[in-house]
């Protein structure tokens, strides 16, 4: 779900005419069957550039998919997700994870309760969602590449002026450099269907770089469940490390390292938040984290949290 509503948010950032985008991710949606209710660029666009500084916060939030209105997919849900800290998600499948990011990004708006930006409480369903986009990244467990340059890729939609230099430097960081100069034409190397094809962990190294150059005041983060083969997955887990370096992060967790080290975790079952504190507070009492987390250091490691 989140894929198509990336591809939708993509479209959007990289095709100056929004309405081409617009009508090209409505016919994704229609595919689907699942329309988005947010029309593209409307909102104000705050006047204050720094007015979000990546903290965001949810006050008994329900919402169900349009196209399901009798399901209730998160009940009274409140979190806060401040400044600088990095903020888990975990929980069952289906529970309610990525629907929170698809909040965020205001792909949909919630049906009751209120998400606010920014220590000046800014509401989301006032903010111009183009304006929105531009303060945040998401890396997604398979993203969605378009079938242009790996330049392209990395750096398309971006509001200012982007050169190569910039977009080495963050591929760098990315751990991505290495493997894109060893194509036959580098940075102009096509992907996608018509081009070359990428291995999932350089996909995902493509998308850090593009998340590291929009320098993102909120980095929305899904952890990959698949094992990649162990040299990538080293590599892909280097390159979100430096992207979640001094910066406010949510992430969908599936590894155990990631709870251990975020600032809280929130487990979601159902829709609803069922248990919220640090991995050593939730390990203390006799929950579902704490079974989540048993099943999987009895099991082999590499098996996610959640499934
Ligand atoms: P997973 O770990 O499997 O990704 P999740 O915790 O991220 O799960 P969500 O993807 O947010 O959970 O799904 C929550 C519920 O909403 C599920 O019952 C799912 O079937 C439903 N759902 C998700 N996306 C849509 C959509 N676009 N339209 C209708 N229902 C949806």
Same mark, same amino acid.
């Given at each position: 779900t989140l894929q198509v509503a990336m591809a939708f948010a993509f479209l959007s950032s990289v095709y100056g005419d929004f309405m081409q985008a617009l009508g090209a991710s409505q016919r994704i949606f229609e595919l689907l069957d699942r329309s988005p209710l947010i029309k593209l660029n409307s909102g104000h666009v705050p006047?204050? #550039? &720094?007015? @979000? &500084? +990546?903290s965001v916060e949810f006050e008994k939030v329900n919402f169900s998919y349009p196209t399901r209105?009798?399901?209730?997919? !998160?009940?009274d849900v409140s979190l806060k997700i401040e400044k600088g800290k990095t903020i888990a998600l975990v929980g069952p499948s289906g529970g309610g994870k990525s629907t929170i990011f698809a909040l965020i990004e205001r792909f949909y708006d919630p049906l009751s309760g209120s998400i606010t930006l920014g220590s000046k409480n800014l509401d989301l369903k006032s903010i111009n969602t183009n304006w929105l986009h531009s303060k945040i990244a998401l890396v997604s467990q398979e993203p969605v590449l378009f079938g242009g340059s790996v330049k392209e890729n990395i750096s @398309?939609? !971006?509001n200012e002026e982007i050169d190569l230099e910039q977009v080495i430097e963050a591929s760098k960081l990315a751990n991505a450099h290495e493997f894109i100069i060893n194509f #036959?034409? +580098?940075? &102009?190397t096509v992907v996608g269907e018509r081009g070359i094809r990428l291995s999932g962990g350089q996909k995902q190294r493509i998308a850090i770089a593009r998340a590291l150059l929009v320098n993102p005041k909120l980095l929305l983060l899904d952890e990959a469940t698949s094992a990649l083969d162990s040299e990538s997955e080293n590599l892909v887990q280097e390159a979100i490390e430096r992207a979640m370096k001094d910066r406010t992060v949510c992430v969908i967790a599936h590894r155990l390292s990631t709870v251990r080290n975020a600032d809280r975790v929130i487990v979601l079952e159902n829709g609803q938040i069922v248990e919220q504190g640090t991995h050593d507070e939730l390990c203390s009492i006799d929950g579902i984290y704490k079974r989540l987390v048993l099943r999987q250091l009895m099991s082999k490691e590499t098996n996610p949290i959640d499934s």
């Open positions: 006047a204050d #550039e &720094d007015s @979000f &500084d +990546g209105p009798q399901t209730n997919v !998160l009940t @398309f939609g !971006l #036959e034409k +580098g940075y &102009d």
